[in-house]
C-alpha cells in the first residue's frame, strides 16, 4: 500500500470514505497520536482520489454516481499533482537540470569547480586535486553529494532522469518521500566516495543512485510480497547487463562516453544492503501503530 495522505485526527474521513469504498478503491485509514493516514492499495487510484479529495475539502460534494468518473485535468494541475505525491523525485530531477546546465554539461570550469566531489586544476596534461580531508576541515559538505547532479552529455542525462522518475517516483509512493531522500543521500554519498576513490574527481550522473535504486527495490519485492514497488524482472537483468557491458568497456568504446562503473557497482551494493535496515524501520513503525 501507498501512503497517500497525512491529516489531523480531529477531520472526520468518514464521508469521504465511504465515497471511496462506493467507487471500489481499496484503501485504509490508520491513526497515529494526533494524526490520520490515508492509504491506497493500488498507485494508479492516487491521482482520481486527490482530484475529489480536493473538490470534497473545497466544499464541491462528492459525485454520487456509482462509476468512477474521469475528471478532465489540466497540464497545470497534472503537475501540481505531480509535485504533491513526488516531491524528492521531481526535486532530484530538478536538480540535476539545474547543475548540468550551469556546468554546461562539464565545459563550464567554473562552475563545475563547484560541485565535483573535490576541487580540481590541470597543470599541463596531469590533474591535480584536493584531498577528501581537505574538503571535510574547509566545511564544503555539499561536495559530497551534488556529483550525481552533473551530467556529460543530452543522453546521459535524458537516460538517468528516465530512469529517476521511474524507480524514484515507485519509492516515494510506496515508502513515502522520506524513504527515498535517505536513500538518495546514502547511496549518493557511498557511490561518490568509491568512484573518486579509484577515479579521482571528474565524474558525474545519477546512475550510482539509479542502480542502488533498482537493487533495493528488486530485493524489497522479494523479501515483502506483502507491500511491492511492482518493478517488472526484466528490468534488474537489463541492468545487470548494462552493468558487464559498462565494466568491460564496450560501452564506453561504442561512443557512449567514459562509464562510472565503480559508482554504478557500488550504488547497487548500497542499495542491496540499505533493505535490511529499512525492513526494521518498517516494522518498528508498524509496532508504534499498534501501540
Wanted: net charge positive; proline share 4%; glycine share 10%.
Amino acid at each position: 500500500m501507498i501512503k497517500l495522505l497525512e491529516l489531523p485526527a480531529s477531520e472526520n474521513l468518514s464521508q469521504f470514505a465511504a465515497f471511496l469504498w462506493k467507487h471500489r478503491i481499496r484503501h485504509r485509514i490508520t491513526h497515529f497520536e494526533d494524526a490520520q493516514q490515508l492509504w491506497l492499495a493500488d498507485a494508479e487510484d492516487a491521482e482520481f482520489v486527490i482530484e475529489h479529495f480536493k473538490r470534497w475539502q473545497g466544499g464541491d460534494g462528492l459525485a454520487p454516481s456509482a462509476e468512477r468518473p474521469q475528471p478532465q485535468i489540466s497540464s497545470r494541475a497534472r503537475l501540481s499533482l505531480a509535485w504533491f505525491l513526488s516531491p524528492v523525485t521531481l526535486s532530484l530531477i530538478g536538480l540535476s537540470l539545474l547543475l548540468t546546465l550551469l556546468s554546461g554539461f562539464g565545459d563550464n570550469q567554473q562552475w563545475l569547480h563547484l560541485f565535483t566531489f573535490v576541487d580540481f586544476i590541470f597543470k599541463g596534461e596531469y590533474l591535480r586535486y584536493q584531498s577528501l580531508e581537505s574538503l571535510l576541515h574547509g566545511g564544503q559538505y555539499w561536495r559530497l553529494l551534488t556529483p550525481i547532479f552533473i551530467h556529460f552529455s543530452l543522453m546521459h542525462l535524458v537516460f538517468n532522469l528516465l530512469w529517476t522518475w521511474e524507480l524514484g517516483r515507485r519509492v516515494e509512493l510506496v515508502q513515502g518521500r522520506r524513504r527515498l531522500l535517505w536513500l538518495a543521500l546514502v547511496i549518493g554519498v557511498g557511490s561518490n566516495f568509491a568512484q573518486f576513490m579509484m577515479t579521482g574527481p571528474l565524474f558525474g550522473g545519477l546512475s550510482g543512485v539509479i542502480f542502488g535504486l533498482m537493487g533495493y527495490t528488486w530485493l524489497w519485492d522479494r523479501l515483502n510480497p506483502g507491500q511491492r514497488f511492482g518493478m517488472p524482472p526484466a528490468l534488474m537483468t537489463f541492468m545487470m547487463i548494462w552493468l558487464v557491458l559498462g565494466v568491460s568497456g564496450l560501452i564506453e568504446r561504442l561512443g557512449f562516453g567514459s562509464i562510472a562503473n565503480t559508482a554504478h557497482l557500488v550504488g547497487l551494493l548500497s542499495g542491496l544492503v540499505c533493505v535490511l535496515p529499512a525492513m526494521l524501520l518498517n516494522r518498528k513503525m508498524h509496532r508504534n501503530d499498534r501501540c
